[in-house]
């Protein structure tokens, strides 16, 4: 387990380029004028970073408090906690009646999604930040230990692990992504590599001029992804070759979307990007000055994404004019989840929001 002066360097560390006060004291959330209606609010111990998954009936969500929680989607209340050894951040997994998470205590954890008991639990050398991925009885993940790990979904022996780069650039960002029989991530020294999924072998990568901390997109035979330097990439899928790369000008952190032929992604410095998935020609950029912006949601051609200034914001998809927003008591850093009607997000004034979808 993480002693409390290293847990309280990651979250500095983390925090510093994006000016975030964790400390600062939750208001009561209040909607803006065209904000959606409120349907439920769930209130945790801890900042809610981790964006939502929707299964069985349940919002799956971990929080700072170190706890993993199943919230039941109508009403809002809670189904069961599970405990880990420490904060959370990663977005769950789930799969086959379980949900996957990492720990700061160092953790993967095998939770039951229906009774909240473990599984089983796979310690790594450091704390796990990113979500994991899981397809066909194999869980993928990566820690800060520097290492892609493979496990077994039924009984989490390890099938393989692969070191993601030298002591000086171990540390991994970038969650990783299942492509037919690839895994995809972002390493820290400027490459999106790509492994075999049953043997964790290198099978190709494509060098950046920066850290890949940007989870790729895997939309239309092409794969998406950023760069810190403040490029959007988009290769071909079964070349790698480059098809064109987008100039943000920022760094790049967010995980894109995508709709309707367009990308979406945020870049720092609080813009939200729609860019043209074909050529690349950028379509429109909204600006939330000095903000800091979640990866982007899209549904119903409306575009959703969380920021520091504390809101959730929701665009026109076509002209990037902003329809609404919804103010929370602190920064947003949760990626929103639409489902069946209901936006579900977390914030870090400790609650798990569900409001209600405006239909057009």
Not at 102 to 119: F, K, N, V
Not at 198 to 220: Q, R
């Amino acid at each position: 387990m993480l002693i409390e002066a290293e847990v309280a360097d990651r979250l500095a560390l983390a925090t510093a380029e994006i000016d975030v006060d964790l400390t600062k004291p939750p208001i009561e959330a209040e909607p803006t004028p065209g904000a959606p209606a409120l349907k439920w609010k769930f209130k945790t111990d801890g900042w809610v970073f981790s964006s939502p998954v929707i299964a069985a009936n349940a919002v799956f969500f971990g929080s700072r408090d170190g706890h993993l929680y199943s919230v039941d989607c109508g009403s809002g209340h809670l189904n069961w906690r599970f405990k880990t050894g420490d904060v959370i951040r990663s977005s769950p997994v789930y799969m086959s009646d379980t949900v996957y998470i990492g720990s700061w205590d160092r953790c993967l954890y095998a939770i039951d999604a229906t009774t909240g008991q473990a599984r089983w639990r796979f310690p790594t050398g450091k704390e796990i930040w990113c979500a994991p991925a899981a397809r066909e009885g194999t869980v993928y993940f990566t820690s800060t230990d520097g290492n892609l790990y493979a496990l077994d979904a039924h009984d989490g022996l390890a099938r393989w692990k692969c070191k993601m780069g030298n002591p000086m650039f171990s540390w991994v960002e970038s969650a990783p992504v299942v492509f037919e029989d690839l895994i995809l991530c972002g390493r820290h020294d400027g490459r999106l590599v790509a492994l075999d999924r049953s043997s964790g072998k290198l099978k190709w990568s494509f060098e950046t001029n920066g850290p890949v901390d940007s989870s790729p997109l895997v939309a239309d035979s092409t794969v998406y992804f950023g760069t810190q330097t403040g490029f959007l990439h988009a290769l071909e899928a079964q070349t790698w070759k480059e098809k064109w790369r987008y100039d943000a000008k920022w760094p790049i952190y967010s995980s894109p979307a995508m709709f309707g032929g367009t990308v979406f992604f945020s870049s720092a410095g609080g813009n939200l990007h729609a860019v043209n998935a074909e050529s690349g020609r950028e379509r429109w950029t909204f600006n939330s000055p000095k903000s800091f912006l979640s990866s982007p949601a899209v549904s119903l051609n409306t575009v959703y994404f969380g920021s520091t200034d504390t809101f959730l914001h929701a665009l026109d998809a076509e002209s990037g004019e902003e329809l609404w927003r919804f103010e929370t008591g602190n920064e947003i850093f949760s990626t929103p989840k639409v489902w069946d009607g209901v936006i579900y997000f977390g914030s870090n004034d400790s609650w798990m929001y569900a409001l209600h979808e405006p239909f057009p």
